[in-house]
């Protein structure tokens, strides 16, 4: 995705559409191609549960959704797009992982593990709008000191 021209495309268009659109690529099409991968990945994967549990259930992985995200997000995948790296998302599921198989091994009740994943989940998404809305005040410190030493 860093090093060729579709990839920077795509981070570009997700990270911020207008400045793309300004520089000139076309937003709409690299957004479609983005959802067409993303929509072929997912179909390889649901082939993939199909070919290995025998059951294809409109309902059979409820609540994976979370999972993915919250992996994503631990691993440091920007919420509004546009910034993060596959490596972080393996990273981000590989915790995750841990500490759903970690917790019923410890002895703590499902309920318990409920509420210990989601507060996981909470506390990274805290971490990464703080670390996005961090950038911004930096320049804004840096702009008032220097008008104040002047």
């Known amino acids: 995705m860093r090093h060729r021209q579709l990839g920077r495309k795509i981070y570009s268009a997700g990270n911020s559409p207008t400045a793309a659109f300004y ?3 076309n937003v709409g099409k690299m957004q479609f191609i983005a959802f067409t991968i993303s929509g072929l990945f997912g ?3 649901s ?3 199909i070919s290995r549990y025998a059951v294809a259930y409109v309902d059979v992985a409820n609540g994976f959704e979370l999972q993915v995200i919250a992996s994503c997000v631990i691993g440091g995948i920007s919420i509004a797009g546009g910034t993060g790296k596959v490596v972080g998302c393996v990273l981000g599921a590989l915790f995750l992982g841990v500490i759903n198989n970690a917790l019923p091994v ?3 009740s ?3 593990q409920m509420a210990i994943s989601g507060a996981v989940i909470i506390i990274a998404v805290i971490a990464n709008s703080r670390s996005e809305r961090k950038l911004g ?3 804004l410190r840096k702009a008032v000191q220097n008008t104040q030493n002047a």
């Open 137 to 139: 005040r930096i320049i």
């Open 43 to 45: 179909g390889l994967c």
């Open 23 to 25: 520089t000139g690529i």
């Open 110 to 112: 499902p309920f318990w």
């Open 47 to 49: 082939y993939l549960w």
């Open 106 to 108: 410890i002895g703590i």
